[in-house]
Nanobody, 115 residues
Framework: QVQLVESGGGLVQPGGSLRLSCAASGIAFRTYTMGWYRQAPGKQRELVAHITSAGNTMYADSVKGRFTISRDNAENTVYLQMNSLKPDDTAVYYC?????????WGQGTQVTVSS
């Protein structure tokens, strides 16, 4: 059974930081491209960042220079370090595991940026 379990969300003030974690089980983690997506109320889900099995990374323009994605293959975990958070970053953040025609999703974790 595949499980992706996110943690680390919460309420933070503008300019603050959070680190999201996603622990994966049931997949050959090191072979998957792992990604973080987010969905704000009334908006479509969008890609935030992903990291390939080779460690190559890609970021949405809106988070470049502020967010960093990383992975620990020994721990089957992918992280998203989020710095200089803005109110526009408020959303439910979802972990995704992708390989070939397979996509797996976590249940999401809420991030709220507000003073």
């Amino acid at each position: 059974q595949v499980q992706l379990v996110e943690s680390g969300g919460g309420l933070v003030q503008p300019g603050g930081s959070l680190r999201l974690s996603c622990a994966a089980s049931g997949i050959a983690f090191r072979t998957y491209t792992m990604g973080w997506y987010r969905q704000a109320p009334g908006k479509q889900r969008e890609l935030v960042a992903h990291i390939t099995s080779a460690g190559n990374t890609m970021y949405a323009d809106s988070v470049k220079g502020r967010f960093t994605i990383s992975r620990d293959n020994a721990e089957n975990t992918v992280y998203l370090q989020m710095n200089s958070l803005k109110p526009d970053d408020t959303a439910v953040y979802y972990c995704n595991g992708h390989i070939s025609a397979h996509d797996y999703w976590g249940q999401g974790t809420q991030v709220t940026v507000s003073s």
